[in-house]
């Protein structure tokens, strides 16, 4: 039973031997007559209400004994024979299949929340945290997966403990990972810029460009509590909106979170701070790509729209755009793939504290995608093949600029 319904229960039996020991101190001060009372009255009367008072205070104190107003909740088989099995004596590959990474990256990020926040792991009031790497393997698994495979009481019975253990566990590396958001997150700088813009005018032909950027959406299990209309998209469902900018190596540089899913990509464009304060991010000249449904200007560049397109030049354009661009759709698609939760958020949104906690989900997946960036912790390439448009089965080598 719930824990506000055991505090009612303890401030009723309190309430209750208040009631009976203010009722014996009259009767034996003499304030309060036995007739008044009691019809009869007599030492019978008296003998009814200590025994009253002597049944609610053992009430009482049982009570207090107990954590748990209901004996028959059923017990979790406490054992962690499937998680040792795993985590220590299984292969790699399926180490990877469960926890979304491998041995190594889990090792760095057990590094990276035992610097970041020890004082979170440790123990403050009450019994003893679990593990930490425990903590972080729950976090993993919940992280990866979505729909029935993260229901709560199915990882808790997987891992041999209770579901309190998940649901905090879960909360405080979530925590963790979003507040090393800075470091993990990060925009390049100008050297790194430089190597980005070389790179795209050496392969693709566009001079400047340091980037791509796109819209996504996280779609939500539950229909909010709150205004849930503003949560409903353009696909017939409630989500978040947000905004993805990444490097060709698929390493996201800037996300733009705090959205609904009613909200367009040029709102949520023009709350990103590289949008905002253009000339602070970007040197001369630079810019990123994006797909139609962005703002166009001189630090924005997308595809020519259906009107303008008549042209094998704008074809050829649009064709060399998408093959750069392309990246940001594959750091969407590797980030959704790996962390699956995102595919579905399985999260309650009612109050600003879950809408913030639901933040911080999608932040600290990403902040996980960049440290396997980094690591060099990625899935296995799969050549995608590329069509030719018609009018550039043999495309010009390099983009053409753009007039604007």
């Not at 009767?27 to 009372?37: I, M, N, Q, V, Y």
């Not at 425990?134 to 997966?145: D, N, P, S």
């Not at 989900?361 to 018609?390: M, R, Y």
Request: with cysteine; charged share 20%.
């Amino acid at each position: 039973m719930g824990q506000r319904t055991r505090k009612g229960v303890l401030s009723t039996m309190q309430k209750r031997v208040l009631l009976f020991t203010i009722i014996l101190a009259a009767l034996e001060a003499g304030l309060l007559d036995k007739g008044d009372l009691l019809p009869e009255g007599g030492q019978l009367g008296k003998a009814c209400l200590h025994l009253c008072w002597w049944l609610s205070w053992l009430t009482l104190q049982q009570t207090h004994a107990r954590r748990y107003l209901r004996r028959d909740r059923g017990g979790v088989a406490k054992t962690d024979a499937w998680f040792r099995l795993v985590f220590y004596s299984t292969s790699e590959e399926r180490f990877r299949k469960h926890f979304r990474v491998n041995r190594l990256t889990f090792k760095k990020l057990k590094n990276l929340l035992l610097a970041s926040a020890r004082p979170v792991f440790s123990r403050r009031r009450g019994g003893a945290q679990v593990k930490l790497e425990l903590q972080l393997a729950i976090t993993l698994f919940l992280l990866g997966r979505y729909g029935y495979a993260c229901y709560v009481d199915a990882v808790a019975d997987m891992f041999g403990v209770s579901v309190g253990a998940v649901i905090k566990s879960t909360r405080r590396v979530v925590k963790v990972l979003a507040d090393a958001a800075p470091q993990h997150i990060q925009w390049p700088n100008a050297q790194r810029r430089d190597a980005l813009s070389a790179f795209a005018a050496k392969k693709f032909g566009f001079q400047q460009c340091i980037g791509a950027t796109d819209g996504t959406m996280f779609p939500l299990a539950y229909q909010p509590a709150l205004q849930p209309w503003n949560y409903f998209d353009r696909k017939q469902r409630y989500s978040l909106n947000g905004l993805i900018t990444c490097r060709w190596d698929c390493y996201i540089t800037n996300v733009v979170l705090g959205c609904t899913g009613a909200a367009p990509d040029t709102f949520v464009q023009s709350t990103a701070e590289w949008h905002r304060r253009p000339n602070i991010v970007f040197s001369t000249g630079q810019f990123l790509l994006g797909d139609k449904g962005m703002r166009y200007s001189v630090f924005v560049i997308g595809p020519f729209k259906e009107p303008e397109c008549t042209c094998a030049e704008h074809r050829n354009f649009n064709y060399q755009l998408a093959r750069l661009r392309v990246n940001s759709e594959n750091a969407i698609g590797i980030l959704n793939g790996r962390w699956s939760s995102l595919q579905e958020l399985r999260l309650v949104l009612a109050t600003d504290r879950h809408f913030s906690f639901a933040m911080s989900w999608i932040t600290a997946c990403i902040v996980l995608h960049n440290v396997c960036v980094e690591v060099g912790d990625g899935f296995p390439d799969q050549p995608v093949p590329e069509p030719s448009p018609e009018s550039a089965v043999e495309p010009v080598v390099g983009a053409l600029p753009r007039q604007k």
